[in-house]
């Protein structure tokens, strides 16, 4: 194998683990986005733009470095390989506008079940409010039951009391009559 043979073989090689590294950070960008994590635009952005470098340093790779149909003097190979090229290039297009609204759908669901858990949380504090108002319901009914009891003896012993007067008052009714008809 010549140095050159060698030198193009090294630079694929490279160029082969940019792309696998340039779709891993589009990947792990995409699942940021989805989560709603941090970063997750930054990791798309750098993600993107290597695919992108990438895509450009294949374009001046010569064809058999690549897997093309020949070499540019070849006698017309060098339109087809743009033609693959710009095919390529739109399939990558339409790929990321997939993507894109694949993330906005994601997003909304995402959206729905965040109002969903801000609703859950919503109702849990208004079931605490809730037991927080019974329990003091509960605490007033207790009451209301221990002041009905004392209300009930109070009314007892208020009743033994006129009795009681009533009684004294016949005594002492009795006695002026007895001193008058003297």
Known sequence: MSQEQKQKKDFKYWVDKAVSIGAAVVIVGALFKILHWPFATQLLTVGMLTEAAIFLIYAYLPSDDHGGHGDAAGGGSATLDS???????NEVKATIENTNNNLGTINSSTEGLKNL???FDAMGKTLDELNHFYGSLKNLSETMTSSAGEAARTKDQLNALANNLTELNQVYSNMIHAIKGK
Not at 83 to 89: F, G, P, R, S, V
């Open 83 to 89: 033609t693959e090229l710009i095919n390529a290039l």
């Open 117 to 119: 858990n801000t609703k």
